[in-house]
């Protein structure tokens, strides 16, 4: 597999804490590291530390887990076909298969998914051990239109069409949506496309049922202008130096980054 390399970038200042360091060194998840950090086994500058919270500057501290230096991880950005029933978490505490069975044997650094795909959901997943990429296509501000393919149970109508198109209103959140089109018909469903820009819990799916229909399938297969292609489902790729910025091109939104699916 082919790795990117990170640009330099200048000392700096800026601190984090402990656990937040070990994990934007992608050493482990913030969660492992916190309990890495209160079991002793994590030393800063050559100290035991317990503090969970303790700020550090992860660019001049030396970090070590059970005596053993921490270095920075190589920058890896990878995209993954999602299988359906696959969860989004590093560790789930139902025992259901993670998205992460599907780097087993590839000795890769931790990585985190950019976003979520809620269990049923499937399709395009990114994964990266660069926290400052991934919240720039999660920040609100990007406005990063996502592109799913969903599978409803019934055959639209243009008015059925049209109230896809106006988005819902779900309580006290207002779901919306970009466009909405018909991909093509069978005898009992339909698939059509459905594009995004906010990313609210099971935003599309709340869209579909208060349209009247009910989701049978949902595929992410575009983030931006990245798209999912003929990659196979539970297979993984890196990203090309070109398609590193492709995931920004969006517009401007306003809503936080949640399972969308």
């Known amino acids: 597999m082919r790795f990117l390399r990170r640009a330099p970038t200048q000392a700096s200042t800026a601190t984090v804490s402990l ?50 230096p921490v270095t920075a991880a190589r920058r890896i950005y990878l995209m993954l076909n999602k299988p359906r029933g696959m969860v989004t978490t590093a560790n789930d505490p139902e025992g259901r298969q993670t998205v992460y069975a599907c780097l087993g044997g590839l000795n890769l650094p931790h990585l985190a998914p950019v976003g979520r795909l809620d269990m049923a959901s499937e399709g395009l997943l990114l994964m990266t051990n660069d926290t400052r990429w991934a919240q720039r296509i999660l920040d609100p501000a990007s406005g990063v239109d996502k592109t799913y393919h969903v599978q409803i149970d019934r055959i639209p109508d243009d008015a059925f069409m049209a109230r896809l198109r106006e988005g819902a209103v779900d309580g006290d959140e207002v779901l919306s949506i970009r466009s909405a089109a018909l991909l093509r018909c069978g005898e009992r469903n339909a698939w059509v496309e459905m594009v995004i820009d906010e990313g609210r819990n099971r935003q599309v799916r709340r869209i579909v049922a208060a349209a009247g229909a009910e989701v049978l399938r949902l595929v992410r297969v575009r983030i931006g202008e990245l798209a999912l292609g003929d990659l196979a489902k539970g297979a993984i790729r890196e990203l090309a130096p070109e398609e590193m910025a492709l995931p920004l091109a969006g517009h401007p939104a306003g809503a936080p980054h949640a399972d969308a699916g």
């Open 19 to 68: 656990a937040r360091a070990l994990s934007k060194l992608g050493y482990c998840s913030r969660t492992q590291a916190e309990k890495l950090v209160r079991e002793g086994r994590v030393a800063v500058d050559g100290r035991i530390v317990r503090q969970v919270e303790l700020r550090i500057d992860p660019q001049r501290a030396r970090l070590a887990v059970d005596d053993r």
